[in-house]
């Protein structure tokens, strides 16, 4: 019988795909390397600032196109690559680059607030503020804003007949009452704002109605089927603001009011005298002992909400007076001295005895 020789398979056309095929992803991450890496040189030898605008809530895409279009990057891809290896965080600011900065040094010098050109500043406007606060925070800090043409702007009401066309919260036929400390106050809105060192007083003010504008716009659905005019609900939401800042408890005084409003009680809010005082308030001792007080804001002498805003109410409140807390509650009392808790009661009696149990003063309370 004749034997056979079997041929043995050859593996060397196998051996030579997978060493071409080595090579040639070798090669391609070796270009993708180089590419990347010489992406992420100076787009040129210029050392002349180039200034960039980064306005505050701006993307990634959107600053990476700027970089490109005013020659500062090579790469717009390669860049975007970078910044999210290395977790880049952008801050509003205007920004003087030059052409010779690689990426990794435009990156770390526009990640550092500090180093933004001071054409603008940065202010905070901490809620519950009074509108007359705001001027006087404005003008220290803005040298362009005068505190007066402020406060005048706000009170003017051929001034906040032009901005109702485009503010629709804004109802002129209630702002129009001469008894407004401040006309405007409650509409504008406490936030931190990057303002111009060039900003006018009509610019910063659109800016905080704009803000105002915005939670308006998230909630307006609700803020319709409230049942309360627009001003009648920041009303209620600045008494709320002033009553207390800890949002968790904003729901519940919310809902004693309303349970006050709805069977013809008055709101007997010491904050309301706070203002009624106005250039006359010092301390929360002052409220207390000045409820007859003859002013619409004091809700000692006047029935219901008072007349206007009473300060610039945050987001918190504003939700609060939308959403009172359905129970029986009439009065509450702020434990100012100790752990800063409010305590709820349904009678009188038991607002007391809230009071001498804990020992507190009656600072915010009904």
């Not at 880049?88 to 010098?109: K, N, R």
């Not at 009680?265 to 309301?272: H, I, K, Y």
């Not at 020992?359 to 309370?365: E, G, M, P, V």
Request: proline letters at 4%; one cysteine or more; a negative charge.
């Amino acid at each position: 019988m004749t034997k056979r020789r079997v041929r043995k398979k050859s593996h060397k056309g196998l051996w030579i795909t997978l060493i071409v095929l080595v090579l040639v992803l070798a090669g391609l991450a070796g270009g993708t390397y180089f590419w990347y890496t010489s992406s992420l040189k100076p787009a040129g030898d210029s050392d002349q600032a180039i200034g960039i605008e980064i306005n505050q809530g701006e993307d990634l895409n959107t600053l990476l196109q700027q970089l490109k279009e005013k020659g500062l990057i090579k790469s717009e891809e390669a860049a975007k690559i970078y910044a999210r290896l290395n977790h880049f965080e952008m801050y509003a600011g205007t920004f003087e680059l030059t052409p010779s900065m690689s990426v990794p040094q435009i990156f770390e010098y526009i990640s550092v607030p500090a180093n933004a050109v001071s054409d603008y500043v940065t202010v905070m406007i901490p809620e519950g503020t009074w509108a007359k606060d705001i001027a006087q925070k404005l003008a220290d800090e803005v040298p362009n804003l005068n505190k007066d043409e402020l406060m005048r702007l706000w009170n003017d009401n051929a001034y906040i007949e032009q901005l109702a066309q485009s503010y629709p919260f804004l109802d002129p036929s209630r702002l129009e009452n001469d008894q407004y400390f401040v006309k405007l106050e409650g509409y504008l809105f406490p936030d931190t704002y990057y303002i111009g060192l060039d900003a006018t007083e009509d610019q910063v003010t659109r800016m905080m109605l704009d803000r105002f504008n915005e939670i308006y716009a998230a909630h307006q659905a609700e803020i319709d089927g409230c049942g309360r005019s627009i001003q009648d609900l920041i009303t209620l939401a600045s008494v709320i603001q002033f009553e207390s800042g800890d949002p968790s408890e904003m729901n519940d005084i919310s809902g004693v009011f309303v349970n006050r409003l709805n069977q013809g009680m008055p709101l007997e809010s010491s904050v309301t005298v706070c203002y009624a005082l106005y250039d006359d308030f010092n301390s929360g001792e002052d409220c207390e002992t000045n409820t007859q007080i003859d002013s619409p804001y004091n809700t000692y002498q006047h029935a219901g909400l008072p007349i206007g805003p009473i300060l610039n109410p945050g987001e918190d409140a504003i939700l609060a007076a939308l959403r009172p807390t359905g129970h029986d509650y009439l009065f509450f009392v702020s434990d100012v001295y100790g752990d800063g808790k409010t305590y709820f009661a349904r009678t009188y009696d038991e607002h007391l005895a809230n009071i001498d149990r804990f020992n507190l003063q009656i600072s915010d309370s009904q």
